[in-house]
């Protein structure tokens, strides 16, 4: 009886000491879309979305506010060339998302284009991003050394006519087709290096580029249609129409011809 009795006892420490230790683990548990290099992830909330757990300060180059809704179909693309970023397509696409517009993969079809190249990121100082940021779109992107975190992005914003039936909507050059309007900027994330480890920084350029695209207001404008266009959408010209603008043609340069032989004898 004694060593049944000692047995049970040590039964019930050792399952003791094993839910000491899960209890332990799962608070300690980061939540999902933390970074790694030992930084502290946010939990994540209920629809499932990282939260910075480090505040970032944004700067940009232009003075262009954000809004909270947008609408219409957003096609977006990412340049980094040294594969600095950590998730930012996926947080990009996220927020488009939440912002309510439709994200495609079709850019002929978007009315909303937004193409992002990072440019920079890593530790820097707040005197250097901010030289960095005036430095504007397509500008130097050098950064001093620094005690903080930093991404620096330029941003192209493009608002269009989509054509989602026809011809049209297969483009594959559609730079300045049917553009309405667009801005270009320098867009930077300044967060402390626990933040750099991690990936605050890319979900706050995130939310800053996807508040920026739900925007109506745009830096500049432009004409709502090419001449390529006016080309392409004109009726095609008969056989008559075409044998009378070659026959006026012709008739000016004889106008000219005659000028300029007048012109020869008063000489």
């Known amino acids: 009886m004694p060593a049944r009795h000692f047995t049970l006892t040590a039964l019930a420490l050792l399952l003791a000491l094993l839910l000491a230790l899960g ?4 608070s300690q ?8 290099g030992g930084a ?10 990282y939260r910075p757990s480090e505040r970032a300060e944004l700067f940009r180059s232009a003075l262009v506010e954000p809004a909270e809704r947008g609408k219409g179909r ?5 340049r980094d060339s040294q594969g600095l970023n950590r998730g930012l397509h996926d947080y990009v696409g996220q927020r488009l998302a939440l912002k309510g517009f439709s994200v495609t993969d079709k850019p002929s079809e978007a009315d909303r284009i937004v193409e992002i190249a990072i440019v920079a990121r890593g530790r820097a100082s707040q005197a250097s991003l901010e030289a960095c940021v005036r430095q504007g779109y397509a500008g130097s992107a050098a950064l001093e050394a620094g005690d903080r975190g930093a991404i620096v992005a330029d941003v192209l914003l493009v608002r269009r006519r ?3 039936e026809g011809a049209k909507a297969h483009l594959k050059n ?3 087709r049917n553009a309405v309007s667009s801005t270009k900027l ?3 994330a300044l967060g402390s290096e626990k933040a750099l480890k991690g990936r605050d920084l890319e979900f706050a350029l995130a939310e800053d580029i996807a508040g920026l695209a739900s925007s109506s207001e745009d830096m500049q404008r432009h004409k709502t249609r090419s001449s390529t266009e006016v080309r392409q959408d004109a009726p095609a010209k008969s056989p008559k129409e ?3 603008s070659a026959g006026r043609h012709k008739n000016r340069h004889k106008v000219k011809v005659k000028v300029n032989r007048k012109h020869r004898k008063r000489r």
């Open 40 to 49: 502290v992830a946010a939990t994540p909330q209920k629809d499932g979305l």
């Open 23 to 26: 209890s332990a683990s799962c």
């Open 242 to 244: 075409k044998e009378s």
């Open 29 to 36: 548990r980061p939540g999902r879309g933390g970074g790694s």
């Open 174 to 176: 559609i730079s300045a």
């Open 186 to 188: 320098r867009i930077a």
């Open 74 to 78: 957003a096609y977006f693309s990412i």
């Open 162 to 164: 989509a054509h989602v």
